[in-house]
Each structure stands twice: as structure tokens, then as C-alpha cells.
């Protein structure tokens, strides 16, 4: 059920072309916003708190449709050292295949405009070649084609 929500969120997005949304992180939080009440926990530093410009703007359900709300778990183990058990380099090239992979979606093309994926590829490419991220926003015109591509609808093969 929340994937069909999360398709919603994607689809109401792209088809108003309005990737201003993405850019101010309104996408992000229309995602969090999926489960009940996780907006409202608090967050490691104040300016990440979304505005009220945000919570105004957060894409709803429609109240015909319904979903089951799941709960989510957390648990603070700060004193266990984070290890990646994977080099960047690999991380990167598994993101470039499904990045690849993603772009011939019919959904993918019919979501989002050539500029928005050319941009998002060369995005991605200066990552590679940086060997990461400089930020997280740099990924998350990448992560909404992935995630797009994970969708079918009745007409489109993703």
C-alpha cells in the first residue's frame, strides 16, 4: 500500500514538471510524511525542521483511498562503529547500473523530461568520477528515476 502512495507522490511531482519540488526537498519530506506522525519527530538539527512553507505544500491522500499505517522502529547504537562492507567505488558502479537500467523505463521517460535525466546522469557521472557525493541532494534526481522505474502501471512496463 505505501508503494502505491509513493507512486502518487512521484507521478503528482513529475507531471506538474515542477522539480523545484525536488531541489527545496519537498519530495523528501512528502516521503517521510508517508507514515503517520513521523514528520513530526525531531530532527538532529534544527534546519533540517521543515518549514511551514513544506508542511503546507505535503501531498496527501486522497481520503477515499486508505492504507494501513505500519510503524517504525529505531534504536540509538552510537557506540557501534559503522563499517561499510563495500568500497565506494563498487557502491557507485551498482548505482550507475540501476541509474542505467532506470532511464529505459517507459515510466521513467514518460515521468520525467530528457533535461531532468541528462542532468541526473551527469550528476551521477561527477560523483563517480569524484569518487562520492559531496552532498545528499546531489543524488535525489537519481533516486526519484530509480524509484520511478520500480513502478508499472497498467499501460507502461517499468
Known sequence: MY????????ANIATKNNFEKVKSSQVLYDIINITDKLI???????????????????????????????????????NEKVTS??????TLEYLK?????????????????NSFINKASQDLDKAISRGKF?????GSSISLI????????SNTEA
Open 3 to 10: 508503494q502505491f502512495y509513493f507512486g502518487l507522490t512521484i
Open 40 to 78: 513530526d519527530f525531531p530532527y538532529d538539527k534544527i534546519a533540517k525542521n521543515p518549514s511551514s512553507d513544506i508542511l503546507s505544500q505535503l501531498t496527501k491522500l486522497r481520503k477515499e483511498l486508505s492504507i494501513t499505517t505500519g510503524t517504525i522502529y529505531a534504536e540509538n547504537n552510537s
Open 85 to 90: 562492507p563495500k568500497p565506494i567505488e563498487k
Open 97 to 113: 547500473k540501476d541509474f542505467d537500467k532506470a532511464c529505459k523505463s517507459k515510466l521513467v521517460q514518460k515521468l520525467w523530461s
Open 134 to 138: 559531496n552532498h545528499a541532494s546531489e
Open 146 to 153: 530509480i524509484a520511478a522505474a520500480l513502478f508499472k502501471t
